[in-house]
């Protein structure tokens, strides 16, 4: 029995997915550039970066070369230790973080980030200095701009177990 219109189309989908995942370098996901604070600058002045730019994180560098990353998740892991905003952000980042090139595979990212629980993880350059971030919404857009209609037109509430196509009808 052949496979139907749908498992054909589904396993093309997944080819695609994965090739472009295994092939494609970290510079095709357009990292943002990051938001870097020295590791003297306070937690404060670091949380209000955050804010101004709206990003998950920020990365820490001493000179040029990254030192750390701190996250939300750093900060919100300390704030029930009453954490002092007035501390420097080495007393709550995550020193020495995992990193990539602009040349390795984005599924190079992926597994580093998947196996260490991260949501950003640093790009950096030959020198060690900072040049971009990424983070789990960048790899999401990514997968979903390989087949962009057959994800865009999902209704905003699909019914459970009615069968949809790609149309999203």
């Given at each position: 029995?052949?496979?139907?219109?749908?498992?054909?189309?589904?396993?093309?989908?997944?080819?695609?997915?994965?090739?472009?995942?295994?092939?494609?370098?970290?510079?095709?996901?357009?990292?943002?550039?990051?938001?870097?604070?020295?590791?003297?600058?306070?937690?404060?002045?670091?949380?209000?970066?955050?804010?101004?730019?709206?990003?998950?994180?920020?990365?820490?560098?001493?000179?040029?070369?990254?030192?750390?990353?701190?996250?939300?998740?750093?900060?919100?892991?300390?704030?029930?230790?009453?954490?002092?905003?007035?501390?420097?952000?080495?007393?709550?980042?995550?020193?020495?973080?995992?990193?990539?090139?602009?040349?390795?595979?984005?599924?190079?990212?992926?597994?580093?980030?998947?196996?260490?629980?991260?949501?950003?993880?640093?790009?950096?350059?030959?020198g060690g200095r900072p040049v971009g971030i990424i983070s789990v919404r960048d790899i999401v857009g990514?997968?979903?701009?390989?087949?962009?209609?057959?994800?865009?037109?999902?209704?905003p509430e699909p019914e459970l177990g009615i069968p949809r196509t790609e149309g999203g009808a």
């Open positions: 029995m052949g496979m139907s219109e749908f498992e054909d189309a589904y396993e093309d989908d997944e080819q695609q997915v994965r090739g472009a995942i295994l092939t494609q370098p970290v510079r095709g996901l357009e990292p943002a550039e990051p938001v870097c604070v020295q590791a003297t600058t306070t937690l404060r002045e670091a949380v209000e970066a955050m804010n101004r730019v709206k990003a998950g994180c920020v990365l820490v560098t001493g000179g040029e070369r990254l030192v750390g990353i701190l996250t939300e998740r750093d900060i919100l892991r300390h704030v029930v230790g009453k954490l002092d905003l007035d501390e420097p952000v080495t007393s709550v980042m995550t020193k020495n973080p995992e990193t990539v090139g602009m040349e390795h595979g984005i599924a190079y990212a992926l597994n580093k980030m998947h196996v260490g629980g991260y949501r950003h993880i640093p790009i950096i350059d030959a990514f997968i979903v701009s390989l087949f962009p209609s057959a994800v865009l037109n999902v209704p």
